[in-house]
């Protein structure tokens, strides 16, 4: 599981750099402010979860997370210079880095001693503040806060699936895979039909 | 004093939880957006307080807050769906949160051998960090930034009257519910007579 | 070589402080944001650098940095109202305090075991997040994220060649001066010339 939970992690901080460059590449950012918002976007949540939880940074503890990330939004760079990709398709590994994220976050602070409801609330953020940092960078309204993309509620399902999972005997790799299926799955649904969960009040104040 | 601070830490949490779910309501935020808003406003300020002073986050070190926040969210959402509340009911739990949070927030400051002039400042972060947050998340300009509020400098005024007066050998419980009124007051006062500070330069450049 | 750190470090929150009254005053704002603005324009950096080391934030730890940030945007609030300055002008304490604060925080960062890499990230995390918040704080666009500023690019090209010329077996201090001269010159080069580094596409999506 410590050696699952390890790839899974470099690969997330792998896509959530390429979908930053990606998103800062549209912008026409320069070289320089490109690797910025990958590094911001691959190393972003893990570093939250960190500080809260009074680890080192784990890309200070582990600098393979920085190599990867920084040589993902370089070659992001080259690549991209030449082929015109649509920009849809940037969500697929938006969804892979939020489900990986999630997943390796919630376990993390499971080794903390936190409850299941802390452990799920900082796999929520692991997974999500990385986006969010990208997004506000390039100037966007954080996919987090757009209604119908179940993002948030993705990740908390995700989380949730994992812990409960575990607590009925679930091996801890099953679960993770699970777990990481179905937020990718809530994040698809949701982008092809924009599902809405129930809001405050129709017509606000 | 220790169980008064708990105490008030806890009501103060509760207070923010509902001022950031009212105001993600009015936004027509769906129910995870506003317990998200509701989380963020109730722990923002004393989380960074801890990480400042290297300690675990308090709501991580006791997860009755992080009980207490969530179900205040979720209350919120259940009751004001069908009572309509008028917006600026809204200014009295934010101005009891930043009164609570800031004279908690000083306290626990002071027991980490902080001077008084870092343990005010601690203080106002701990009172203004959350509604900044909230504001930030509900696209709306901080209060702490509208001129006439008085929004920082109340949480100061009343930070360096508790120490003030510690100084002067009242009891810390007594000195505790003095500068509270002070906030509460002068917020009071700045909302309804829009007080103005002196500022730079009447025509900018 | 812990002395010039200490005696760079201190200038550089004055430095930082200074523009960040600056900004503030020019935005009207009163005595109190002023001050708050120029504490965090000043100390920002070296808190996120200090936090992602696990050390006590700077200003904690030696409580006279506070005392400088705060003086100073105080005096400025006191001079700046009788003289009127070219706003221009505010780009050459900015850039002092770049330099220094990339200087410094490579420096600390290095004590910390980190490798040269992560050592230049943080030094420049330590030079741009001050100025970043100050932008973010008075509603500006962050010169960080402005093309043709070269502002990230300066201080990472002074942090590189601070690490090159000390591997190199120049002295620390030597190293430190050149390091500082290198980003003062790029980015005076980069405000008069407007340099612009490679971009992702002319034309983007």
């Given at each position: 599981?410590?050696?699952?939970?390890?790839?899974?992690?470099?690969?997330?901080?792998?896509?959530?750099?390429?979908?930053?460059?990606?998103?800062?590449?549209?912008?026409?950012?320069?070289?320089?402010?490109?690797?910025?918002?990958?590094?911001?976007?691959?190393?972003?949540?893990?570093?939250?979860?960190?500080?809260?939880?009074?680890?080192?940074?784990?890309?200070?503890?582990?600098?393979?997370?920085?190599?990867?990330?920084?040589?993902?939004?370089?070659?992001?760079?080259?690549?991209?210079?030449?082929?015109?990709?649509?920009?849809?398709?940037?969500?697929?590994?938006?969804?892979?880095?939020?489900?990986?994220?999630?997943?390796?976050?919630?376990?993390?602070?499971?080794?903390?001693?936190?409850?299941?409801?802390?452990?799920?609330?900082?796999?929520?953020?692991?997974?999500?503040?990385?986006?969010?940092?990208?997004?506000?960078?390039?100037?966007?309204?954080?996919?987090?806060?757009?209604r119908g993309?179940?993002?948030?509620?993705?990740?908390?399902?995700?989380?949730?699936?994992?812990?409960?999972?575990?607590?009925?005997?679930?091996?801890?790799?099953?679960?993770?895979?699970?777990?990481?299926?179905?937020?990718?799955?809530?994040?698809?649904?949701?982008?092809?039909?924009k599902i809405r969960v129930?809001i405050?009040?129709?017509?606000?104040?």
């Amino acid at each position: 599981m410590e050696e699952l939970l390890y790839w899974l992690g470099l690969a997330a901080v792998g896509v959530s750099a390429l979908t930053g460059a990606l998103d800062a590449g549209r912008k026409q950012m320069d070289i320089v402010g490109l690797i910025m918002v990958g590094l911001a976007t691959a190393l972003g949540g893990g570093t939250v979860r960190d500080i809260l939880l009074d680890r080192r940074p784990f890309w200070l503890a582990d600098e393979l997370n920085l190599v990867v990330a920084m040589s993902t939004a370089a070659l992001c760079f080259v690549v991209a210079r030449r082929w015109r990709l649509p920009p849809r398709l940037f969500l697929i590994p938006d969804a892979i880095g939020l489900a990986l994220f999630t997943v390796v976050g919630t376990q993390i602070a499971l080794q903390y001693s936190t409850s299941w409801l802390a452990a799920s609330l900082l796999g929520v953020t692991t997974g999500v503040v990385g986006g969010v940092l990208r997004d506000v960078l390039c100037n966007e309204v954080p996919l987090l806060f757009m209604r119908g993309e179940l993002y948030a509620t993705a990740a908390w399902i995700g989380a949730l699936t994992l812990l409960a999972l575990q607590a009925l005997g679930v091996s801890p790799v099953l679960a993770a895979w699970v777990a990481m299926g179905v937020i990718i799955a809530l994040r698809g649904l949701a982008v092809i039909y924009k599902i809405r969960v129930p809001i405050f009040r129709e017509k606000g104040g």
